[in-house]
């Protein structure tokens, strides 16, 4: 395995979500679930667009502590999330401190994980969660990103502030 990456993963790539696939498949390279855990400051975790996409918006101190899932991963498996997240055109991989050890707080990892810089003001309105599932009725159903379509960027400009 080449160089190992920690990734904390808080919406559709977490295990029983849609993109999950991304993590489990040998050809992306290699993924190892190594704990639950969450966000040590509070970030604004909110579905928008159409698509019902979970963002996590680049407002530290705003919202609630996150939680989702840290993974080791390969170089490979980074640049296949990389190509999924669209880093850093969309969202942007940033480290943060990551608290893995439960209340009250434990061990903390720096992570790799990718948030939304330049995002619509107007998202801060939005209800916020602190543990994605697509499954919910409160996020309405994720759209795949094959299942989208991208001749359109309204759904883009109702969230991304250029």
Same mark, same amino acid.
């Given at each position: 395995? /080449?160089?190992? =990456? ?13 993109? =999950?696939? #991304?993590?489990?498949?040998? *050809? *992306?390279?290699? !993924?190892?679930?190594?704990?639950? &855990?969450?966000?040590?400051? !509070?970030?604004? #975790?909110?579905? +928008? ?30 640049? !296949? ?5 669209? =880093?850093?055109?969309? $969202? ?8 893995? &050890? &439960? ?5 903390? #990892? ?7 810089? *330049?995002?619509?003001? +107007? #998202?801060l309105k939005s209800p916020?969660?602190? *543990? $994605?599932?697509?499954? /919910? ?21 109702a969230v991304k502030d250029?």
């Amino acid at each position: 395995m /080449s160089k190992l =990456h920690r990734v904390f993963v808080y919406g559709t790539l977490k295990r029983g979500q849609p993109n =999950h696939y #991304l993590v489990t498949d040998r *050809n *992306n390279g290699e !993924a190892e679930f190594q704990s639950e &855990g969450s966000t040590v400051d !509070a970030y604004p #975790l909110v579905v +928008a667009s159409r698509y019902n996409v979970p963002y996590l918006l680049d407002a530290k101190g705003t919202g609630k502590r996150i939680y989702g899932e840290v993974y080791s991963l390969d170089d490979k498996m980074l640049n !296949a999330m990389d190509v999924l997240e669209k =880093h850093p055109d969309w $969202y942007t991989r940033l480290e943060i401190p990551i608290d893995i &050890g &439960g209340q009250p707080r434990g061990q903390q #990892l720096d992570c790799w994980t990718y948030i939304m810089l *330049n995002y619509k003001q +107007a #998202l801060l309105k939005s209800p916020m969660i602190d *543990n $994605y599932d697509s499954k /919910s009725s409160m996020t309405g159903a994720y759209v795949l990103p094959g299942e989208r379509s991208e001749t359109s960027q309204e759904w883009r400009e109702a969230v991304k502030d250029k």
